[in-house]
């Protein structure tokens, strides 16, 4: 069975700080990675994937993402957070071979900035 | 353009009675259909997913159950509620192996 794992439940940071969030998962065949956002009030919507290829993914509003294969990691990055970056980050692992595209979703980090 | 809809938005209930959520996509068809419970701390569990209409499998053994009458329509039903399903469910869709389109949820209390 797959699992996801973020190792950050908590994480505060002023405004201009860079983020990293970590996120493992386990699984022993072929994923498809995801970051997903929720902020205060809204809908969770995708910050960025990783199907193949470049394991550096950009999504938006500057995240961006490393896929280490040989450390089963997919660690979110932003150089510079600002306070709209308020929000809940949640790692998910789909499974190519399963069925139904099901997803696996870390715990989830609450990110505060703070100005 | 497709959108998901859910309702009700919140909901209070007391122990031992019925529940019924419902989850519409539009502007897609035949798209698999998911219900997770999301809980604080402890990110979002997939309760069941769809893969068209009458197809229903379930992720883990609860008081609930779900139902899809049609193509993009999910239903998530109990017939008497537990102190243990409150909580915040949410809704997606995805047209296959891509992401999942979320929808904005309900809040459910249960007293």
């Known amino acids: 069975a797959q699992s996801v794992s973020q190792h950050n439940h908590h994480v505060i940071l002023s405004e201009a700080a860079s983020l990293e969030l970590g996120c493992n998962y386990s699984?022993?065949?072929?994923?498809?990675l995801f970051w997903y956002v929720q902020y205060p009030g809204q809908h969770l919507q995708l910050l960025l994937k990783?199907?193949?290829?470049?394991?550096l993914v950009k999504g938006i509003k500057g995240f961006e993402a490393e896929f280490i294969k040989s450390k089963f990691s997919f660690n979110l990055r932003k150089p510079s957070v600002q306070w709209s970056d308020t929000a809940e980050y949640f790692c998910?692992?789909?499974?190519?071979?399963?069925?139904?595209?099901?997803?696996?979703f870390g715990t989830g980090t609450q990110l505060k900035v703070e100005l | 353009s497709q959108t998901i809809h859910q309702w009700p938005a919140t909901l209070v209930q007391p122990v031992g009675s019925p529940l019924s959520l419902e989850c519409t996509v539009e502007?897609?068809?035949?798209?698999?259909l998911y219900w997770y419970r999301q809980a604080a701390g402890r990110g979002l569990q997939l309760l069941f997913y769809s893969v068209g209409i009458g197809q229903i499998s379930s992720e883990v053994p609860q008081n609930l159950s779900a139902s899809r009458p049609q193509d993009r329509q999910f239903i998530l039903s109990s017939k008497k509620l537990l102190l243990s399903d409150s909580g915040f469910y949410l809704c997606?869709?995805?047209?296959?192996?891509?992401?999942?389109?979320f929808g904005p949820g309900t809040r459910l209390t249960v007293l």
């Open positions: 699984y022993g065949g072929t994923v498809n």
């Open positions: 990783y199907f193949s290829g470049d394991p």
């Open positions: 502007g897609t068809s035949n798209p698999n």
């Open positions: 997606a869709w995805t047209s296959g192996i891509d992401e999942q389109f």
């Open positions: 998910a692992v789909s499974s190519v071979t399963g069925g139904g595209n099901k997803l696996t």
